[in-house]
């Protein structure tokens, strides 16, 4: 039997932590003279009820270890629960969504998935709008921040926890998962507050500013406004856009960057890789619409750079006409979507990494067919590969691919068309937040899906964010012996 007093110790904490930052938006609405401050605090009271009740009731759980499976579980347990309060704001207050929006708001903001069901995002009160911004910040890395303040209490080497969040730390750059955390802590705020400076300073109002920061650095795309960044065309866009890229760059190599050293980000092969595929993939595009269009060459390379770093950041914001732009573009956006950012940071899909080193595997065995005799081993970045790695990496690549199948067919028999089917599990497994198809045209949004169908994404973001083996590995009935 597994003893769950701590997980549900963890879970409490972070609950404590997730009403107090309620009480920001509540602020900032009484102030605007708006019900939806009264409406957040009583948010903010439930959710710190529940979490001193919890905390409070498993605290004899202080100084027992952390087995792996408790690990997982409570990874899993930590990105089903905060959602369930993340939502009451949604609920209780602008604009009263049902149960289901409203956890599919929460879930699709804390995954930093992006996708959002809310029609008419400039007239909502600008306390709920910061909130939005707020989950997509917790989800980009702070929700394993604050998990990891409260590891050491348990008496457990973080480690195992960034492993379950599928962090992957390339070496391990600091010694300790308390180090990482809190370097981490400093790079991602820091990032955030450049990027709102930035933003202000290409003349965005102050609450776009702050929200379009916190949803960009967290890969998240949540935007105050309907229109995204079409509102802030030109100068705007090329921030956004580079931002975007450095915050689906890994995390450690800024560490290392603040530690000295600066060459990191330049001499990571994944780094590499991933400015390469953006840069050929804008490329293409941008001739592909000058061609087929008159748009000018500087507006076209603009959009397209915009666009789909969002997409291969899985970010989510959108400018212009980029969905109306043809099968080629959206072609190429479908697979950058799949392939998505580098690993070790807040981008979701498969990442740039496991794409190289399923490359060179494919490469090797082009090699041996050939050459039965040869000895050869599977290499990346110098280092030779090990078979169980290979193995590991192509089992999750199946599953990646074999779960976009099931769920589109899923979608599809509750109601949506194939196009719509398919780009709504492209997004929500890649945590992309891009929306495509009938569905999603009249509105921008995901609204028009039943609820049965948002239930399914809500089940793909999940596992979309938690890197799939995660909850697969839960549903296990081996899991679950002793």
């Known amino acids: ?34 019900h939806n401050g009264a409406d957040f605090l009583q948010s903010a009271i439930i959710t710190g009820a529940v979490g001193l009740m919890l905390s409070v009731a498993t605290s004899n759980a202080l100084g027992l270890g952390l087995s792996a499976r408790q690990a997982y579980l409570m990874t899993a347990a930590i990105w089903g629960f ?17 149960f289901t929006d409203a956890y599919f708001e929460a879930v699709s903001g804390i995954t930093t998935t ?8 400039d007239t909502l009160p600008p306390g709920m709008n910061l909130w939005r911004g707020m989950l997509n910040s917790l989800g980009g890395l702070g929700i394993a921040f604050v998990a990891m303040i409260f590891l050491p209490v348990l008496r457990v080497g973080g480690m195992q926890y960034f492993r379950t969040e599928g962090f992957d730390t390339f070496g391990k750059a600091l010694p300790r998962a308390t180090d990482i955390a809190r370097q981490l802590v400093i790079v991602y705020f820091g990032l955030t507050l450049v990027c709102m400076a930035a ?9 776009d500013a702050a929200v379009n920061a916190m949803a960009t650095i967290a890969t998240g795309g949540f935007s105050p406004t309907d229109i995204s960044f ?19 760059f890994p995390y450690i190599r800024f560490v290392q960057m603040l530690n000295g ?67 080629f573009s959206m072609a190429v956006a479908l697979v950058l979507g ?20 399923l490359m060179a595997t494919l490469l090797t065995q082009i090699k041996l067919i050939g050459t039965p005799s040869r000895v050869l081993t599977v290499r990346y970045d110098g280092r030779a590969i090990e078979q169980d790695v290979t193995g590991a ?20 028999l509750l109601g949506s068309d194939p196009v719509s089917a398919l780009f709504a599990i492209w997004t929500s497994i890649g945590n992309i937040g891009y929306g495509y198809g009938a569905m999603v045209a009249r509105t921008g949004t995901f609204v028009d899906f039943n609820d049965a169908s948002k239930w399914v994404m809500i089940v793909t973001m999940i596992m979309g964010r938690l890197g799939l083996l995660t909850i697969l590995l839960l549903v296990l009935l081996r899991f679950w012996r002793d």
């Open 338 to 357: 799949v392939i998505g950012g580098c690993s070790g940071s807040s981008s979701g899909a498969l990442t740039v990494f496991r794409v190289q080193v």
């Open 199 to 207: 933003y202000r300073m290409v003349g965005m109002e102050p609450l």
């Open 1 to 34: 039997m597994i003893d769950l007093r701590p997980i549900f110790y963890v879970v409490g904490r972070v609950l404590v932590v997730l009403a107090i930052l309620m009480l920001a938006p509540a602020v900032i609405d009484a102030r605007a003279g708006l």
């Open 114 to 121: 992006g996708s959002t069901v809310i029609v008419g995002l």
């Open 230 to 248: 079409t509102k802030y065309q030109g100068l705007p866009e090329y921030i956004g856009g580079t931002f975007m890229v450095l915050a689906s």
């Open 261 to 327: 050293s600066l060459s990191a980000p330049l001499i990571d092969r994944q780094v590499r890789g991933y400015v390469k595929i953006i840069a050929v993939s804008v490329g293409m595009v941008t001739v592909w619409q000058v061609l087929r269009s008159d748009m000018p060459l500087e507006a076209a390379f603009r959009e397209s750079y915009f666009n789909l770093a969002s997409i291969i950041s899985g970010t989510g914001f959108f400018s212009g006409s980029f969905g109306g732009w043809g099968g």
């Open 82 to 98: 905060v959602p369930l309060f993340g939502a009451l704001p949604f609920m209780l207050g602008e604009p009263h969504l049902s």
């Open 393 to 412: 990496l192509i089992l999750y690549v199946t599953s990646y691919i074999l779960i976009i199948g099931v769920m589109t067919v899923a979608l599809s």
